[in-house]
T-cell receptor, first 112, second 114 residues
């Protein structure tokens, strides 16, 4: 079982729609979760972080965490063509100094 | 906003040569990392560094790799004898001292081994 799993996509949505990106993780002791956006050839850019069960909203983005189901999601409302990118789910793993383990990413395409 | 700076942005080297990738982490950060991403693949952890020593390393980080923080600001990744399969984007990242603080990534160095 992969440590962090994401559907590679592409996920295609029309402009203005809600994009829903999902991620599951295998390590129950993981405590913090992050969504990064990565444009082609660029570095990962932090979008959201979430640490507690439930929803966390920041502008057009909402992160959802369900630790019992080991499931994290990202909703993007009012999707824009500029949101077209690969979205990486990352899970903070281990004790001590921790490291982020990334999923393979979901490619999102927002069509005008 | 403070950022992680990496140089060079692109490095081309011949197989068997040594390369040094350089990074300047955010100044008040204490934890430093190198990740790599082979084209079309996921971002993979290489090594973490704290208090002037390696705290964790992956299976990828074998004896050909080393890291150093020589002067309190730079953080370097050295590959002693490059292989074709070392061709990838290498990202430096840093974070503050809190457990839940996120990683901040540099823009990356694209390493091409010919």
């Amino acid at each position: 079982q992969k440590e962090v799993e994401q559907n590679s996509g592409p996920l295609s949505v029309p402009e203005g729609a809600i994009a829903s990106l999902n991620c599951t993780y295998s390590d129950r002791v993981s405590q913090s979760f992050f969504w990064y956006r990565q444009y082609s050839g660029k570095s990962p850019e932090l979008i959201m972080s979430i640490y507690s069960n439930g929803d966390k909203e920041d502008g057009r983005f909402t992160a959802q965490l369900n630790k019992a189901s080991q499931y994290v999601s990202l909703l993007i409302r009012d999707s824009q063509p500029s949101d077209s990118a690969t979205y990486l789910c990352a899970v903070n793993k281990g004790t001590g100094f921790q490291k982020l383990v990334f999923g393979t990413g979901t490619r999102l395409l927002v069509s005008p | 906003e403070p950022e992680v700076t990496q140089t060079p942005s692109h490095q081309v080297t011949q197989m068997g040569q040594e390369v040094i990738l350089r990074c300047v982490p955010i100044s008040n950060h204490l934890y430093f990392y190198w990740y790599r991403q082979i084209l079309g693949q996921k971002v993979e952890f290489l090594v973490s560094f704290y208090n002037n020593e390696i705290s964790e390393k992956s299976e990828i980080f074998d004896d050909q790799f080393s890291v150093e923080r020589p002067d309190g600001s730079n953080f370097t990744l050295k590959i002693r004898s490059t292989k074709l399969e070392d061709s990838a984007m290498y990202f430096c990242a840093s974070k503050r001292d809190t457990y839940n603080s996120p990683l901040h990534f540099g823009n990356g160095t694209r390493l091409t081994v010919t």
